[in-house]
């Protein structure tokens, strides 16, 4: 309440300005002192909404140095979204350091995932030329192949600065990896693992989780080259390489991870993909996609005699049955 009243008596006296100049040094002093993390966080979010862009940053990095100290970094992953927006409202400099110490917190309360997160909004934000581009694209990749929750590569491979870093030759190892995630199958991963065992280890990429989840991307890749189709557990158990009676559990978690949609038949052993997620869309899914569109045309072109000589046949049969209907009125 006091600092509420505060924020208002310096805003009434000088205006916004007059906020702006103290802003930081109270975000560093309430960072610093409070003994209740929740506190002084609504106390440093009223602040935040009250301060212009101009000190904005300097307010969230002392909400993101309570988080971390108070251990209530979760309460920040509600910012997460709305990152893009608000480093492009800061400016790249202040937005580098704010992404970086947030980065930092998500780390330290082991929250991964999100710290994945921050990294795209950085990269999507600031682009390819910001200092630290290569460095936040290149442990994207790793997270990716690391963190089993994530499986969407797209939003990784889809964004226009780390297509930039990685034509450049900027991501190295990094970007061997993401030609692997996106153009590979669980058997060629296995191939590149063995023979750049040394180079992955020290990248940080955990060759065993990076490989389950190469098999969830390679039966996505099954699934979706195979829609409507019956596809046996045989196959998908030799392309992953793993027993046939484990075929349902990777099923169950390709269907989980939201990559793979369909119906699986326990009698038959066979999975019938309804739905599945390219890993890229490129020319050759194009292809694919213009056949499908071209057969489905053909198709309803098929039916349309049938639906014709079926209207025609209704029509007779009512004409029929109001006739019988006529004649025994007239009785």
Known sequence: ????????????EGGSQALDAAAGGIAQDVAATATSGVAGLRVLNNLYNLATNGSRPAVFEGMVELAAR?????VLVSVVPRLVAMANEWGVDAATKAVLALRAAFDGAQLGSEAYAVELAYLEAVGASGAHAAELAGSAVVRFANISAVCDVDALAGLASVQELHKAGKLGVAGEVLEQLLG????QWQEYAKANEQKLQE???????????MRLLTLASIAADRLGSDVPFAEIAAAIDVDIEDVEVWIIDVVRAGLVQGKMNQVMCTL?????TYRTFGDDQWRVLQSRLHQWKESLGALQPVIHNAKLLA???????GGQAHVTIKE
């Open 70 to 74: 108070t251990k209530s970094v979760a």
């Open 272 to 276: 019938v993909p309804t739905r599945s």
């Open 1 to 12: 309440a006091a600092y509420n009243q505060l924020f208002a008596v310096v805003v009434g």
């Open 315 to 321: 029509e007779q049969q009512a004409q029929q049955a």
């Open 203 to 213: 990248l940080g990429v955990d060759v065993g989780k990076a490989g389950d989840k």
């Open 184 to 187: 590979s199958n669980y058997q």
